[in-house]
Nanobody
Framework: QPRLVESGGGLVQPGGSLTLSCAAS????????IGWFRRAPGKEREGVAC????????LYRDPAKGRFTISRDPRKYTIYLKMNNLKPDDTAVYFC??????????????????WGQGTQVTVSS
């Protein structure tokens, strides 16, 4: 089964930037997409951005639109989430997950079958 390891989280001031990485390994043949989700304190895990492993098409949820960019390096099976203009509301644990679905809205974590352990992002002055 696939193994996912997130990294790149940390403490950043409002307006700052961070790039998260998700290193994927193991058997990925059954999976068609990777997504970034986040869980803020006291809230449900929510979708942020997703990318297809087939054609690199992307989906962004509202929190990410205009500020975040998802991309991947297929040579290293690594997925990136570049986050700009970070706000305190972006404070959360960020997870990457893989899905067998070819069509989804990047909004339900139940559609993703395997997850990494998460990386903490804290936006604060």
């Amino acid at each position: 089964q696939p193994r996912l390891v997130e990294s790149g989280g940390g403490l950043v001031q409002p307006g700052g930037s961070l790039t998260l990485s998700c290193a994927a390994s193991g058997f990925l043949g059954d999976f068609h997409g990777i997504g970034w989700f986040r869980r803020a304190p006291g809230k449900e895990r929510e979708g942020v951005a997703c990318i297809s492993l087939g054609d690199d098409s992307t989906l962004y949820r509202d929190p990410a639109k205009g500020r975040f960019t998802i991309s991947r390096d297929p040579r290293k099976y690594t997925i990136y989430l570049k986050m700009n203009n970070l706000k305190p509301d972006d404070t959360a644990v960020y997870f990457c997950g893989v899905t067998r679905l070819t069509r989804h809205n990047c909004d339900l974590d139940a559609n993703f079958q395997h997850w990494g352990q998460g990386t903490q992002v804290t936006v604060s002055s």
